[in-house]
């Protein structure tokens, strides 16, 4: 019956085709639409660790001055960032967590041999950054374990710099020199651009991904500064010396705890970490240490553009209208039909069967229209993608194709169901007597 | 009331032409009550279309009323239309999505009447077939006789001069089909003209005069005097079996 | 004319009709409340900076990558040489230097109070330490009090500060604030010489955006300096190559980069200007997708009509009078999507207001989306509606 029913759609099609395009152009540009809009909200809004970012946790210690919270809007919240005695203690020494990355973005120079030196975004951070965040590889990996502990001076190149600096090739052992120093190649990402920069979105929330990862062990040694936000309440901060051992806040700390017992572990050692702290003059205000889930982090900052969320719910409304407008199509065309509905009523079609016929028909022409939908969409994130500047921001990935095909098959039935049911209703007799 | 002189109507199609009225003379005294009767395709409805100004014709004159009606402009003739004739067709033709009521006040809104005197004429009309209480009931909950009678009050009550009726009865059983005619009769003696187009002989004895048409000629006959002047010949045998 | 039984067959077939007044309502509210976005965003992006001419202000960044060049004596001797080399560039008109650049997204802030009330939350006080000739350069107009004292830029402390009347009003909401003062980087009170009228300050998305003060100095940081340049309108391109060469010239362990202001700007909005694209096309779409719809319904419903259309125009009916026929049913049923699409409108926006914080939509454009659709409306239905008038009357008499 399916069979026979899908082969009915299929000739209907055939034989009106200009109504049936039109039917499947309204159907496609909604869905097209509807996709590209969820895609970027998803990739904007979406979990960017899924499985995983409920184990990651963002770590605030409220350091900040007795006299007044670091937000009046919202005294209760810690800083957003930590010093860097913080991060260092209470961060990347702590035998705790799975994993867990202290880290600043700041901006060095690559000495190129033989050409002209240029400043690099960069990433300090410990080696756990890319286990923690899950970044993509294409050759060799983290600086080691050890090399970490002997403050070696090595490099994760970006598949990009890497591009710039050693065309396609494997440049792990390599060397280059980074401000004054050099430094030996560990590791080349795979192209990697989250739409949203998941694990830094106080510093630009929109930036690519940093073009090289020192380690965080060189960072005082070095003297390097972060090149993004710092709040402070003290004095003193302006100098690098300062900046290290001020109360300024300008790194992050990110935690992977695997079980509950793991994170109360952490919460009470980052407890009496700041209790000591305090026995020691800082800390003055109440113990106010917080452990934040990565997603809950994000939406309590609003990392993601409120414009994102609107261009959702009207991609949503459009794509209702596109399928008021098939319901329109699909009616006109059912009920020219009628006296051929009348005549396999007659012929003891039941209305069940009737029913289910030009449902089907609708959920092919649904079918048809979401295909060139998600086409449409993929053809429109690539036009987006080349407007903003060779940066792969908006991908469609497999889960996305199912929600846009979801979508079709939803619209379909919903626009389907009105039409069949009229068609359905049609008595036999009436268009035969009118033959 | 209608004069019609050496009038000739033309269907062009891709490559052929066909002669639907050929050089027609006519005149319909006011008060008659003409019955056009042809086998199919012998140009009745061309005929009806010509006279109720719903179609032009191609060649001779045709006198309405008196009026000269052969080049009007569409504005002109709708105007006419509206004024002079009521039209009752084979199939009704009631509007579905309006109940009785709206449906005899087609006419008379585009009359241009006022509200109170065109509520007066639709219930007038409706009394006179005996439908004043069904004013509320849509067109699909009527039997067709009903459907008919409403169809005459909306012909009536814009009060026409001529009355052109297109096979009235044809989607009618016997008994509904002789109340529908003597309607048609009482309204005949109240002075309208009527020309009825129909193929039915029983029908078209109650005439006062019957016309015959054949491949878009006439033929002539009056109803006082039954003469079988029409004799079908083999080829009108054959035209009405082809069509 | 017929207002009666148009309506009155209008609510005896509603289906067709239904569907135009989903398709209007649901048109309405997304189109305004897309346009409201869309408009929100065109403010916040082309709201004048206050800086005179943005097309001839260039921004000079240079970065310095040779070690010398982090001794604090040797970079601000070669910082005062560099503005010396780019005030002598043909097409030149000022020079300055300064810590930030209003709309580049990055700047300093800190937080500011009134030295009788330090105990008080602090206003948001972003700021730019400038040099000499910042006032000619930045194109900004002074409307009260004085310029800086060549001997203030010398100084090691901030003593002055020049304010945006934005701030000043926010700071001193009474009074004169000429000759005020304030406590700004934990260090002696800062008095207030001189207001200038508007300034949008690094962060031109933010709420604070026209609050800044400036104070006179000479910014000097390790890693980058910013010069501002004012050019000769018509000569920023060869301006734009000179400054590049002059400052290598100058001393060539450094990277030197130009833009323009209207560069920054664009920079600054580009996802501004991404999502505003984005709405656009949506908003284009969404008028085309709507017009095609209540053509195909109407076109439909004449097409199902045409016996009726036919026996109108035997009782009568002018072609003049079917085409208003079909124009005052649009009317009305576009009437009646419009009341839901201003219901739906207003509750989208609380929607969008509750979760993606839209501001309130203004009746105006309520108003203006109405008469748009309305019109809309009508315009499409011509079409079939002409169509109508073409129907024949001799179709009354067609055997069915």
Known sequence: MVGYNLKLGWQSLRRTPVLSSLAIAAIALGIGVATTCVTIHYLLAGDPLPGKSDRLFYVRLDSWDPERPFDSDFPERPPNQLTYRDALAAVVESDIPARKAAMFRARLYLHPEGAQPFSADTRVTTRDFFALFAVPFRFGDAWSAEAEARGEAQVVLSAEINRKLFGEANSVGRTIKIDQQIFTVAGVLAPWRPALKFYDIHNGSERSPEEIYIPFALARPLGIVNAGNTSSWGQGWQTVDGKYDSEAVWLQGWVELESDSQKQAYQSFLDQYTDGQRAAGRFQRKNNNQLQPMRAWHQQEEAVPPSAKSLMVIALAFLGICAVNLIGLLLGKFLARAPEVGVRRALGASRAAVFVQHLVECELTAVGGGLAGILLSWGVLGVINRALEGDVHYRLDLPMIGTGFGLTLVAGLVAGLYPAWRICSVPPATHLKLQ | MIRLEHLSKIYRAALVETLALRDLDLTVAAGEFVAVMGPSGSGKTSFLNVVGLLDGFDQGRYLLDGQDVSRLSDRDSSRLRNEKIGFIFQSFNLIPDLDVFDNVDVPLRYRGWGAKERREAILGALESVGLGARTKHYPAQLSGGQQQRVAIARALAGRPKLLLADEPTGNLDTAMAREILEMLETINEQGTTIVMVTHDPELARRASRQIHLLDGRLLDVAADHPRPLFAPTGDAAMTTFVS | ?400
Not at chain 3, 126 to 136: A, G, H, I, K, M
Request: glycine fraction near 8%; aromatic fraction near 8%.
């Open chain 3, 1 to 400: 004319m017929e207002l009666g039984p148009i309506f009155r067959a209008l609510v005896k077939n509603r289906t067709r009709f239904v569907l135009i007044v989903l398709e209007v309502g649901l048109a309405l509210a997304v189109v305004v409340n897309c346009v409201h976005q869309l408009s929100e965003i065109r403010a916040t992006v082309t709201k004048p900076s206050g800086l005179a001419d943005e097309e001839n202000l260039l921004r000079v960044l240079v970065q310095p990558f040779d070690p010398e060049l982090r001794d604090r004596d040797r970079a601000e001797s070669l910082r005062q040489a560099d503005v010396r080399r780019l005030q002598n560039l043909p097409g030149v008109v000022a020079v300055t230097r300064t810590s930030a650049v209003p709309l580049s997204g990055s700047g300093n802030s800190s937080g500011i109070r009134l030295p009788e009330k330090r105990d008080a939350d602090p206003i948001p006080g972003p700021n730019f330490e400038v040099s000499e000739d910042w006032l000619r350069t930045f194109g900004v107009e002074l409307v009260r009090g004085r310029d800086f004292l060549p001997e203030d830029y010398a100084s090691e402390s901030v003593a002055e500060a020049i304010l945006t009347e934005a701030l000043a009003r926010r700071l001193f909401p009474e009074g004169d604030p000429l000759g005020r003062q304030f406590v700004v980087f934990g260090s002696e009170p800062v008095t207030v010489v001189g207001l200038v009228a508007h300034m949008t300050n690094a962060w031109p998305d933010s709420e604070v955006a026209d609050l800044a003060f400036f104070y006179p100095g000479r910014p000097v940081y390790e890693r980058y300096s910013f010069y501002l340049v004012r050019v000769t309108p018509g000569l920023a391109g060869e301006v734009r190559q000179a400054i590049d060469k002059a400052l290598l010239a100058e001393h060539s362990g450094r990277t030197v980069e130009v833009q323009s202001m209207t560069e920054v700007r664009a920079e600054t909005f580009r996802q501004s200007q991404f999502v505003a694209r984005l709405l656009s096309a949506v908003i284009v779409l969404l008028v085309f997708v709507t017009a095609l719809g209540i053509a195909g319904v109407t076109s439909f419903s004449v097409t199902q009509r045409t016996r009726q259309i036919g026996t109108r125009r035997a009782l009568g009916a002018t072609r003049g009078e079917i085409l208003r026929y079909f124009l005052v049913e649009n009317a009305l049923v576009t009437a009646l999507g419009l009341v839901v699409g201003i219901a739906l409108a207003f509750g989208l926006n609380d929607g969008l207001a509750r979760f993606a914080s839209a501001t309130r939509l203004p009746l105006g454009l309520v108003f203006g989306g109405t008469v748009f659709f309305a019109v809309l409306g009508q315009a499409t239905t011509l079409v079939p509606a002409l169509r109508a008038t073409k129907v024949p009357p001799v179709v009354a008499t067609r055997a069915v």
